[in-house]
């Protein structure tokens, strides 16, 4: 077994790296020399996760419940280490110097060895697991007393790390990309293989320990699993659309449906039903699990389309009421009444056995309309989403007329001879919409309010997303276009991931809350760390089926900006 202290030196050694190329070097020999067994949860943990994406399995520790863990392992008050987080700016550096000084400070004979015991990466899981498995009266205590266990059995340096990966947030710099490199380097299998075997298991620690225990031929033998949720496609803006069609010669031309993504895993009579980040909504949308059972005709399939709220006339309801529909745990059946729900299917993944990925849209597409039945009456509840293939400008204006005319956002336009790539933004999924812009942006700081909004967090401070070093980038502070009910309903999601700060003072947030914010224009600014400044920000919507990671990037920004110059 591999020890938590060698995993906790790597990660030290590679927050001192800059080049990507040696930071993948550390990686692959971490993974070189980890147990097959122990492959999928190290690939997880240097990644700064505890399980993987698809499991749905959520850690549940926040800030408090981990300065009050630390607290009880080291004898420091509460207060003592919220001062010191704000002082390093980093719960892990905290961490690190309070074990230092209770180290100092010990008296008996323990303290007189150089380091306590190694214990190994498996057993930090396990205390993770059983903490996120507490429920219930006694719950806080269990996850308490587990964490307390780890603190007290850990070198400094492992605390720090510890502490991190209880926030799931190591800030070494290693994503998805790193390691899929390092997969390839340590165990030899060529990069494109491990990309491909990521796309079909959305795991890369089933990816890891596949290469390691069986090699290439293995890995090829790796394809999409019901219940074992992939990345949807994504759709991206282009800043000449008619351009993109010419070069295409024909697309394919859907309706954009103003709904929330939502993937269909059935398998015989059974149906889960996935989110855009992945999560196990089914509990959520019974009505939807019905509709699926009674007019997809495949023994097993992977769907994917968008869930629109719809009025008694099927006409589609704001955006927000789809979310409260996912959001919902209980009176699920009297939500369901009050907010039906339309499935528009337009992609499907795997069918009775087949991974269908690598085949053209316009062959997915046929096997689609192959197996979902759907009267005129029905299509009020499951429909294919139409689509069109042209090449005609004119048509396709026509189409996105349609498309505003009936509520929906506007119009998808795709490569008929596209490969579908989970997670994958480009340009053979083109969206086009109405020109106000907006922008997907993470929350990573805020303000209380003044006034009569003085118990509610008042300002929001947003960032963008930077993909190559895995950090948010700020670029402005929202604080209009929100009602008195929106400001409550954030500040609750917002109260479990704040980082410090009183009332009335400024504070950190974990960035995990997406808002989508418009603005007039963006400029150039030494403000804020991207380097760029919104100009009139105002709040949208919140955006709960992103991922803070699908926010918009950096790169986004800073086209956006070039465009608004083209224009003066």
């Given at each position: 077994?591999?020890?938590?202290?060698e995993?906790?030196e790597?990660?030290?050694?590679i927050?001192?790296?800059s080049?990507?190329?040696d930071?993948?070097n550390?990686v692959?020999?971490?993974?070189?020399?980890?147990?097959v067994e122990?492959?999928?949860t190290?690939?997880?943990f240097i990644?700064?996760?505890v399980?993987?994406?698809?499991s749905?399995?959520?850690l549940?520790?926040?800030?408090s419940?981990?300065?009050?863990?630390?607290?009880?392992?080291s004898?420091?008050p509460?207060?003592?280490i919220?001062?010191?987080?704000?002082?390093t700016?980093d719960?892990?550096?905290?961490?690190l110097?309070?074990?230092k000084?209770?180290?100092?400070n010990q008296?008996t004979?323990?303290?007189f060895l150089?380091?306590?015991p190694?214990f190994?990466?498996?057993?930090?899981?396990?205390r993770?697991?059983?903490?996120?498995e507490?429920?219930?009266?006694g719950?806080q205590?269990?996850?308490?007393?587990?964490?307390?266990?780890?603190f007290?059995?850990?070198?400094?340096r492992e605390?720090?790390?510890?502490?991190?990966l209880a926030?799931?947030?190591l800030?070494?710099?290693?994503g998805?990309?790193?390691?899929r490199d390092?997969?390839?380097?340590a165990?030899?299998v060529?990069?494109?293989v491990v990309?491909?075997?990521?796309?079909v298991?959305?795991?890369?620690?089933?990816?890891?320990?596949?290469?390691?225990?069986?090699?290439?031929?293995a890995?090829?033998r790796l394809?999409?699993?019901?219940?074992?949720?992939?990345?949807?496609m994504?759709s991206?803006?282009?800043?000449?659309?008619?351009?993109?069609i010419?070069?295409?010669?024909?697309?394919?031309?859907?309706?954009?449906?103003?709904?929330?993504?939502?993937?269909?895993?059935k398998?015989?009579?059974?149906?889960?039903?996935?989110s855009r980040?992945l999560?196990?909504?089914t509990?959520?949308?019974?009505?939807l699990v019905?509709?699926v059972r009674k007019?997809?005709?495949a023994?097993?399939?992977?769907?994917?389309?968008?869930a629109?709220?719809v009025?008694?006339?099927?006409?589609?309801r704001a955006f927000?009421?789809i979310?409260?529909?996912?959001?919902?745990?209980?009176?699920?059946?009297?939500?369901a009444l009050?907010?039906?729900?339309q499935l528009n299917?337009?992609d499907?993944?795997?069918l009775?056995?087949?991974?269908?990925?690598?085949l053209?849209?316009?062959?997915r597409?046929?096997?689609?309309?192959?197996?979902?039945?759907?009267?005129?009456e029905d299509?009020?509840a499951?429909c294919v989403?139409?689509q069109?293939i042209?090449?005609?400008?004119?048509?396709?204006?026509?189409?996105?007329?349609?498309?505003?005319e009936?509520?929906?956002?506007?119009?998808?336009?795709?490569?008929?001879?596209?490969?579908y790539s989970?997670?994958?933004?480009g340009?053979n999924?083109?969206?086009?919409?109405?020109?106000?812009?907006?922008l997907d942006?993470?929350?990573?700081?805020?303000?209380w309010?003044?006034?009569?909004?003085?118990?509610l967090i008042?300002?929001?401070?947003?960032a963008?997303?930077?993909?190559?070093?895995?950090?948010?980038l700020?670029?402005?502070?929202?604080?209009?276009?929100?009602?008195?009910?929106?400001?409550?309903?954030l500040?609750e999601?917002?109260?479990g991931?704040?980082?410090?700060?009183?009332a009335?003072?400024?504070?950190a947030?974990?960035p995990?809350i997406?808002?989508?914010?418009a603005?007039?224009?963006?400029?150039k600014?030494p403000n804020?760390?991207?380097g760029?400044?919104l100009?009139?920000p105002?709040?949208?919507?919140?955006?709960?089926?992103k991922?803070?990671?699908e926010?918009?990037?950096i790169q986004r920004?800073g086209?956006?900006y070039?465009?608004?110059l083209?224009?003066?």
């Amino acid at each position: 077994m591999t020890s938590f202290r060698e995993f906790a030196e790597t990660c030290q050694a590679i927050e001192k790296i800059s080049s990507t190329i040696d930071t993948t070097n550390r990686v692959a020999d971490l993974l070189k020399k980890v147990d097959v067994e122990e492959l999928p949860t190290t690939t997880h943990f240097i990644m700064s996760k505890v399980f993987p994406v698809w499991s749905g399995k959520q850690l549940g520790i926040g800030t408090s419940l981990l300065y009050t863990s630390l607290s009880k392992a080291s004898g420091m008050p509460v207060k003592s280490i919220q001062t010191l987080v704000r002082t390093t700016g980093d719960i892990g550096d905290a961490a690190l110097l309070i074990l230092k000084e209770k180290k100092k400070n010990q008296v008996t004979f323990s303290s007189f060895l150089e380091e306590p015991p190694e214990f190994s990466i498996m057993e930090v899981y396990n205390r993770f697991k059983i903490a996120s498995e507490a429920s219930g009266k006694g719950s806080q205590e269990v996850k308490i007393r587990n964490l307390q266990y780890l603190f007290n059995s850990s070198t400094p340096r492992e605390a720090k790390y510890i502490a991190r990966l209880a926030l799931e947030e190591l800030r070494i710099g290693v994503g998805e990309g790193v390691v899929r490199d390092a997969i390839a380097k340590a165990f030899s299998v060529p990069a494109d293989v491990v990309e491909h075997a990521f796309m079909v298991t959305n795991d890369l620690g089933i990816v890891a320990a596949t290469s390691k225990e069986g090699g290439l031929e293995a890995l090829e033998r790796l394809g999409i699993e019901i219940n074992r949720p992939i990345k949807m496609m994504l759709s991206q803006i282009s800043p000449d659309i008619d351009a993109d069609i010419k070069e295409m010669k024909e697309a394919a031309v859907e309706w954009k449906f103003d709904g929330a993504r939502v993937q269909v895993h059935k398998d015989g009579n059974s149906v889960t039903l996935f989110s855009r980040k992945l999560e196990n909504v089914t509990d959520s949308l019974p009505d939807l699990v019905e509709i699926v059972r009674k007019h997809v005709k495949a023994e097993s399939a992977i769907l994917d389309g968008e869930a629109v709220a719809v009025d008694e006339d099927g006409k589609p309801r704001a955006f927000q009421e789809i979310l409260k529909r996912f959001r919902r745990k209980y009176n699920v059946e009297e939500k369901a009444l009050g907010i039906p729900i339309q499935l528009n299917l337009f992609d499907i993944m795997y069918l009775n056995g087949k991974t269908l990925i690598d085949l053209p849209l316009i062959e997915r597409r046929k096997l689609l309309e192959s197996c979902v039945e759907s009267s005129v009456e029905d299509s009020k509840a499951i429909c294919v989403d139409k689509q069109v293939i042209t090449g005609d400008l004119e048509v396709i204006e026509q189409i996105y007329r349609e498309a505003l005319e009936a509520g929906h956002e506007g119009l998808v336009i795709k490569n008929p001879n596209s490969i579908y790539s989970p997670g994958k933004r480009g340009k053979n999924w083109l969206k086009k919409k109405p020109l106000m812009e907006t922008l997907d942006l993470v929350v990573v700081g805020a303000e209380w309010g003044f006034g009569r909004r003085a118990n509610l967090i008042g300002s929001y401070t947003v960032a963008c997303y930077d993909p190559k070093t895995l950090r948010f980038l700020q670029v402005g502070k929202v604080g209009t276009g929100l009602t008195d009910e929106q400001l409550k309903e954030l500040t609750e999601m917002l109260s479990g991931l704040m980082e410090g700060g009183e009332a009335g003072g400024v504070f950190a947030i974990r960035p995990k809350i997406v808002l989508e914010i418009a603005f007039e224009e963006i400029q150039k600014s030494p403000n804020y760390n991207s380097g760029f400044a919104l100009r009139f920000p105002r709040f949208v919507r919140i955006r709960d089926d992103k991922a803070p990671e699908e926010a918009d990037t950096i790169q986004r920004i800073g086209k956006v900006y070039s465009q608004q110059l083209k224009r003066l």
